[in-house]
């Protein structure tokens, strides 16, 4: 069974940075395509509030961030170590929430594996 191990999180102020990091086990994860995405807060219990991706990394690669994190964060994979990070600079509050990884896959997926437990990043205007 594949496990999903998010860490990195905290509290900063605005314009701080952090780097989030998701061990995967249970798999290798060479061949998958893979993304962090975010829970704002609120919207945990609603069902129409989809986690949004924020960044997605192929499995050859390839990069893709979302419109608002583009030039500030940068997403990485070290399949070796089964590792996939995420450094976020330039923080806005706007960036809070609770940040995942997973595959990279379209909402509503049945193919997501279980998801972990997230980090939290809380940013401070």
């Known amino acids: 069974q594949v496990q999903l191990v998010e860490s990195g999180g905290g509290l900063v102020q605005a314009g701080g940075s952090l780097r989030l990091s998701c061990v995967v086990s249970?798999?290798?994860?060479?061949?998958?395509?893979m993304a962090w995405y975010r829970q704002a807060p609120g919207t945990e219990r609603d069902p129409g509030k989809q986690r949004e991706r924020v960044a997605g990394i192929t499995s050859s690669g390839t990069i893709k961030y979302a419109d608002g994190v583009n030039g500030r964060f940068t997403i990485s994979r070290d399949n070796r170590k089964k590792l996939v990070s995420l450094l976020m600079t330039n923080l806005e509050p706007e960036d809070t929430g609770v940040y995942y990884c997973n595959r990279d896959l379209p909402p509503g997926s049945e193919y997501y594996w279980a998801w972990g437990q997230g980090t939290q990043v809380t940013v401070s205007s």
């Open positions: 249970g798999t290798f994860l060479d061949v998958y395509n």
